[in-house]
């Protein structure tokens, strides 16, 4: 997918895929990933400055962590993230319904 499309978007992808869990940076490409279906192959150099944005923000918070036997910057969602992402997710289905009755008109015109 191409990542021009995922601009706006990117800080909504990460918010959700830190809801349940915390995660160290790779392992968010990864779950993007898997949950996209392999549509979504989002480069280090977009992730690392936005989750490093997240967090100035305060949506965000880390520590290290070792992982696999490997210190790692493992990310999680804080209460300000969890309100962050509810706006998140209130205002993409907006932006979709808007879109979806454009692109797929329903009734005569």
Known sequence: ????????????????VLEHEPLHGYAIIEALQARSGGALNVPTGTVYPALRRLEQAGYLS????????????TYRLTS???????????AWR?????????????GAE
């Open 1 to 16: 997918m191409n990542t021009d499309a995922l601009r706006g978007h990117m800080d909504a992808l990460l918010l959700s």
């Open 94 to 106: 907006e932006f979709a319904g808007v879109i979806g009755s454009v692109l797929e008109p329903r």
């Open 80 to 90: 300000a993230g969890r309100t962050a992402l509810a706006g998140e997710r209130s």
């Open 62 to 73: 880390s520590e290290w962590a070792e992982v696999g036997g490997r210190r790692r910057r």
